[in-house]
């Protein structure tokens, strides 16, 4: 059993890997971690580049390289349950293959986790190299998600972190298919301590997360971690309906003091439009979480395996979904 497993899902990172690679062999030989054995876990998420090729080849010339192939793109948080589910070391440490998770600050990891952390989280300390939009609308997220959630997160973490096996194993005992790996990370619980780093650039190639896709991972995120949009459609509901009882209490009263009158129109069809709108976004958050349970009914699996090289057929076999 090596003492630290590293875990990388990679799609389309062939222009990267070569020197990440290079950077992580390099702090694995490093006098603060030579005592540590090191494996290396990299799930291929359908790549169509030369990814699968280059993983082949660092697994020929290092028995520490293992990587796993997926039939076909099933997402990142996926591929860190496969690496979870593959890796065998007594702690783990997810890392994006892009070098902007630095293979530098594991020695800060292990340091912490030697002081009896369970869990040791990355925090940006800024995020220069993002967009103005991008850094608000994570800020936005962050103060959001903590609001309903019932654990909060802390802010500007991601998935770079090392947890030690206890942690692994609580995460695998979790049978949920609608995941969403930050807020597992952090609902586990455990002794937690944070490392501050600068988030560089990536070292190349083009990131595979735009808007739209970060604004399904949000929506993700919030719903598989709180109830509290259907909750609070429970209060919206009664709120409108006293409303709707005082008005119509209201015409009654003026109807009485004042007679019948004609009713206007913009004020009826400003009623229709703005009790349509907010039926049509209540239906919305609904089908959110509705889509969420078809997917816990259908039980499918959260990925499938191509093939593995280097675990071993008994490895294979026994850790296959």
């Not at 028995?63 to 860190?80: C, E, H, M, Q």
């Not at 609308?137 to 206890?166: C, H, Q, W």
């Not at 942690?167 to 002794?191: D, P, Q």
Request: glycine letters at 8%; aromatic letters at 14%; one cysteine or more.
């Amino acid at each position: 059993m090596p003492d630290i497993s590293i875990i990388v899902p990679v799609y389309n990172e062939a222009e990267v890997l070569d020197e990440f690679f290079r950077r992580l062999f390099a702090v694995a030989a490093s006098e603060a971690l030579k005592e540590y054995s090191f494996e290396i876990v990299c799930i291929d998420d359908g790549s169509t580049d030369a990814t699968g090729e280059i993983l082949h080849k660092y697994s020929q010339s290092d028995p520490r390289v293992k990587y796993i192939t997926f039939s076909r793109n099933f997402g990142k948080d996926a591929s860190l349950i496969a690496g979870l589910k593959y890796c065998s070391g007594c702690c783990a440490i997810p890392m994006d293959a892009d070098l902007q998770d630095p293979p530098e600050l594991i020695e800060k990891f292990v340091a912490k986790w030697r002081e009896g952390y369970e869990v040791v989280c990355a925090v940006r300390s800024n995020r220069d190299s993002d967009s103005y939009l991008k850094r608000k609308t994570s800020e936005l997220f962050y103060k959001f998600y903590n609001a309903v959630s019932d654990r909060s997160m802390p802010y500007n973490a991601g998935d770079f972190r090392l947890i030690s096996r206890k942690v692994v194993n609580a995460l695998m005992s979790l049978r949920e298919r609608s995941v969403f790996m930050k807020g597992l990370f952090n609902w586990v619980g455990f002794r937690t301590c944070v490392v501050e780093y600068v988030r560089p650039p990536r070292a190349s190639g083009r990131t595979k997360w735009d808007y739209w896709k970060l604004w399904n991972f949000a929506l993700d995120g919030i719903t598989a971690g709180t109830t509290l949009p259907l909750r609070i459609w429970t209060y919206v509901g009664s709120c409108t309906a006293l409303l709707s009882l005082a008005y119509a209490f209201y015409i009654v009263v003026r109807t009485i003091v004042r007679g019948v009158d004609v009713p206007g129109y913009a004020s009826l069809i400003v009623s229709i439009l703005f009790f349509g709108s907010v039926q049509l976004i209540a239906l919305g958050i609904f089908g959110e979480y509705i889509g969420r349970i078809c997917t816990e009914v259908r039980g499918r699996p959260l990925y499938v395996v191509d093939k593995t090289v280097g675990f071993g057929e008994s490895g294979r076999e026994s850790k296959n979904i």
